[in-house]
């Protein structure tokens, strides 16, 4: 079967599309899926870059890609949940035990597996799995999300904060987010009540008691964000590590999260798609063979929304 793989960590140059790679078995636990479509997120180049080699090595040739949405071509042993030609999504990522989503067949562990949304194509559907889990357990689980809270969102136009955006307002949240200028209107249109251009704003000196942050940028923005929030508020971080010491100094919760991509959050994430009340949006769709241009895309143009393989 065809599959991007990597053999070494490094940059773009190390990703390399095969067609002679043996298929994935399916063992206990696991579905083998035949994937439609599969999209980037930026796991996937800190992967092959080599951020995680100390912490979660991995073992080469490594077949990249996590989120995806499929098929089951077959079932393993003691899986009852799913049974053949079950249209499905989630995580192979091989960080969760999965075998890659770059590929033509993949193996998946049911605990990150559901049924994919019907209302959207296998496209949508593949873009879906880690953003919508992040968003939802973000704002549902830690911060708890009520109606009339005021939320900030940093990166409301990137994979997690276009979801994020959506989900704060069907929880009924007032939602400030800050983009670039170029995605403004973007945000807009998702529904953002206010927004900051943060290459012409400093969101620090103009927003104040904030009752959460959700933080999808990292770096300075994370404790930065610490200045917005009221007592009793929280920070959520997907890529900075709050100073908490800082933050209960202030009476703020501040959390990094590290996302659950389970069949918990699949199915809570194949309701509000369903429902018509979350739409994905994806930006640029690329062939297996493109690999290295899709990654590119991702990494330095900066997608609204995601970046998704056309695999079917
Ligand atoms: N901890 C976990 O379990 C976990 C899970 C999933 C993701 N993550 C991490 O979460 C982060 C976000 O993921 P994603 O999929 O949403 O990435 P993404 O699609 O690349 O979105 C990031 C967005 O942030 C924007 N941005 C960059 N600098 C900014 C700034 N100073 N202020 C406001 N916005 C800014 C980018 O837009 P422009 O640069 O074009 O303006 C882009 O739209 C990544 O670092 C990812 O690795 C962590």
Do not use: C
Not at 108 to 127: D, G
Not at 301 to 308: A, M, S, T, W
């Amino acid at each position: 079967m065809k599959a991007v793989q990597i053999k070494e960590y490094g940059g773009i140059d190390v990703l390399e599309l095969s067609s002679d790679i043996q298929k994935p078995v399916s063992a206990k636990g696991y579905v083998l899926v035949e994937v439609y479509a599969a999209s980037i997120n930026p796991v996937d180049w800190k992967i092959r870059a080599g951020f995680f080699k100390e912490m979660a090595p991995i073992q080469f040739p490594a077949t990249m890609g996590g989120d995806f949405a499929g098929v089951v071509a077959e079932v393993g042993g003691e899986v009852t949940e799913f049974k053949t030609d079950d249209e499905v999504y989630g995580s192979a990522l091989v960080l969760n035990g999965g075998s890659g989503s770059f590929a033509e067949l993949l193996s998946a562990r049911v605990e990150n597996t559901a049924f994919k949304p019907k209302s959207v194509h296998f496209i949508e559907a593949a873009a879906l799995p880690l953003v919508g889990s992040s968003a939802i357990q973000a704002l549902e689980e830690h911060i708890t999300l009520q109606s009339r809270q005021k939320i900030l969102i940093h990166g409301g136009a990137g994979g997690i904060g276009h979801v994020a955006i959506q989900l704060a307002k069907i929880l009924g949240a007032y939602v400030t987010t800050t983009v670039s200028t170029n995605d403004m209107d973007f945000v807009k249109q998702l529904g953002a009540d206010e927004v900051i251009d943060y290459k012409n704003q400093q969101f620090e000196t103009v927003l104040k008691d904030f009752d959460a942050v959700f933080d999808t940028v990292g770096g300075e923005i994370t404790n930065k964000s610490l200045d917005v929030l009221k007592r009793g508020g929280i920070l959520v971080s997907m890529a900075g590590e709050p100073d908490k010491d800082e933050a209960e100094k202030r009476g703020i919760t501040a959390i990094s999260q590290f996302t659950q991509t389970n069949t918990n959050h699949l199915n809570r994430l194949t309701k509000l798609v369903d429902s018509g009340k979350v739409n994905v949006s994806v930006d640029k769709v690329f062939p297996l063979e493109e690999a290295k241009q899709a990654f590119s895309y991702q990494e330095e143009i900066h997608p609204k929304g995601k970046v998704v393989f056309k695999i079917i």
